[in-house]
């Protein structure tokens, strides 16, 4: 209350390094997946929900996956309910643990997209070697499009590569 509303720039770090991160998302997640099926039986039955999921809660534990599958059968969701977005940093060092984690998600037809893309320290063999949905072009270049001939061509470039790969931007 002192501080006032706090950005998620501030907070999100902060949750990450306490670990609270991890009750967190399983707090996002379970909701937002009750609101997906609502929205999915009256309104659309594709509706689709995305949900971020930290560096730090992929590296909690398998289970904890497991257990965003479970939720999801649970409820009767199907797994294209719902796009898990990453962040370019979890995938430079794909280890068999997280890459096992993206897989669990792929075969219970959830799909992945790369948020932020285009500003982290990126390797581009992982577009090849994971199952990527969506790149999500980082807002700094899509921002001043009208304004930005370098943001344009990035954003261009970006977008051609992705089409030529399959993935969705």
């Known amino acids: 209350p002192a501080q006032g509303m ?3 720039g501030d907070f999100i770090p902060l949750a990450e390094e306490t670990g609270m991160i991890v009750e967190i998302g399983d707090w996002i997640f379970q ?3 009750r609101q997906c099926q609502h929205w999915r039986a009256t309104h659309h039955p594709g509706f689709q929900i995305s949900v971020n999921r930290s560096p730090a809660q992929f590296h909690h534990d398998l289970s904890q ?4 599958i479970r939720y999801l059968k649970s409820i009767d ?3 294209h ?3 898990i977005e990453i962040t370019e940093g979890l995938l430079l060092n794909v280890e068999g643990d997280i890459q096992e984690k993206l897989l669990a998600f792929r075969d219970a037809g ?3 997209a790369i948020d932020d893309f285009g500003t982290g320290y990126s390797s581009l063999s992982y577009l090849n070697k994971l199952d ?5 072009i980082d807002q700094s270049f899509v921002r001043n499009l009208g304004s930005s001939p370098s943001d344009m061509a990035l954003c261009e470039a970006i977008i051609i ?3 030529k790969l399959g993935l969705k931007t």
Do not use: C, F, N, R
Request: charged residues 15%.
């Open 65 to 68: 996956s497991k257990e965003w």
């Open 6 to 8: 706090i950005s998620p």
């Open 31 to 33: 909701h937002s997946m």
């Open 77 to 79: 969701l199907p797994g």
């Open 132 to 136: 990527i949905d969506y790149l999500k």
């Open 161 to 163: 590569m992705a089409h």
């Open 110 to 112: 959830v799909q992945v």
């Open 81 to 83: 309910g719902l796009v």
